[in-house]
């Protein structure tokens, strides 16, 4: 399982990010397959504490830059 610090979401700003399928909902499932977009640094904190809470339920999102 990969988890990333806070400094590696607020580097990606601007940028698309992918991360693993997670069967939640349709928003996810539109996610992994098309990647999230970080807005700003408050989406970048955001996206760090949701890695941790899926991580702590068992399901890592292992994000990683998009192509
Ligand atoms: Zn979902």
Not at 5 to 34: H, M, Q, Y
Not at 41 to 51: E, F, I, R
Request: net charge positive.
């Amino acid at each position: 399982m990969t988890l990333h610090p806070k400094k590696w979401f607020l580097a990606r700003v601007g940028k698309t990010i992918r991360r693993n399928e997670n069967k939640c909902c349709p928003t996810c499932d539109k996610i992994s397959k098309n990647g999230i977009t970080i807005r700003d640094s408050n989406h970048a904190d955001y996206l760090y504490n949701l890695q941790l809470e899926f991580a702590q339920d068992g399901h890592p999102l292992n994000y990683r830059d998009g192509k």
